[in-house]
């Protein structure tokens, strides 16, 4: 698999001269599968720079396919469906996997940021290219552009989000943001399901002393997320959705400190920033 980070930054965009290094971007990253197939995981903002760039492949002569896995429908992972070129060409063909527990539900609260009050898209209907909108069901897998992908759920302030576990040609690839854990620390059935992963992105907005004054909005501290990859035993952690707040040099001592974290452990460490790629 190869995954590339097209945003990486929390909650809103924060463009500007102190987040250049790491992009001001929401959360989008993309996976190609071993077969050669397009995931993309959550639509922020990020998502336009992908779509920009896939006009030049398939998608740009309508002939694309790409599976999208959403994890949750905050402002964040849901504001580039509107701005991803790619879904106005007739032809292209999208399926999107996300939380609702009903394909209804989803595609309602989807509609609902294409209210001519919210966008001059004025309804999902507008769009060109086919959207196939289906509910994840927790604990069961599904098939996505050759790979197998289990969803789970965990807690997210007053709401829940999903969580993708993604295995494709022997290697496995988790996706876990915005994830806001009970005081205990990471859940049971959160370590499981990251458990052994090759690679796990894991929610790393705040440091410490943010999140005590910040817990019911739903978010992890980098310690969690260094505790979760110890206790999963994972290959490698890859640090995501930096506060909104926080500059370049504030996530360099995020990243600092995960690394004299996970070090004695011998997990490795990918703080996630725009444009990069990871090989797994
Ligand atoms: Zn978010």
Redesign the pocket.
Same mark, same amino acid.
């Given at each position: 698999m190869k995954v590339r980070f097209w945003g990486v930054r !929390?909650?809103i965009p924060a463009p500007g001269p102190e987040t250049n290094r790491y992009g001001g971007n929401?959360?989008c990253v993309s996976v190609t599968t071993s077969s050669g197939g397009l995931i993309i995981i959550?639509m !922020?903002t990020g998502l336009m720079h992908l779509g920009n760039l896939l006009l030049g492949t398939e998608f740009g002569k309508g002939k694309g396919r790409a599976t999208i896995l959403l @994890? *949750?429908t %905050?402002w #964040?992972?849901i504001q580039g469906l509107g701005f991803f070129p790619p879904v106005f060409i007739g032809g292209n063909n999208f399926t999107v996997w996300g939380p609702g527990g009903s394909p209804k539900v989803l595609e309602d609260i989807l509609e609902g940021q294409m209210d001519p009050n919210f966008s001059p898209l004025q309804t999902l209907k507008n769009l060109a290219a086919t959207v196939d909108v289906r509910a994840a069901v927790v604990g069961e897998s599904f098939e996505a552009e050759g790979a197998r992908v289990v969803a789970s759920e965990h807690p %997210?302030g007053m709401t829940t989000?999903l969580s993708f576990r993604i295995e494709d040609a022997g290697k496995t690839f988790v996706y876990a @943001? #915005?994830v806001g854990y009970p005081d205990g620390g990471p859940s049971k059935e959160a370590i499981a399901h990251y458990r052994g992963a090759d690679v796990l992105l894991h #929610?790393s907005?705040y440091r410490p002393d943010d999140q005590a004054t910040r817990r019911n909005r739903g978010?992890s501290s980098y310690e969690e997320a260094c505790a979760a990859a110890i206790a999963a035993k994972v290959g490698r952690l890859v640090t995501f *959705?930096y506060d909104q707040d926080y500059t370049d040099d504030d996530v360099d001592g995020i990243v600092a400190a995960c690394k004299e974290a996970l070090d004695p452990h011998g997990i490795a460490l990918t703080p996630a920033r725009e444009g990069d790629e990871l090989e797994i």
């Open positions: !929390g909650s929401t959360s959550d !922020g @994890s *949750h %905050h #964040d992972h %997210h989000a @943001s #915005d #929610d907005t978010f *959705h």
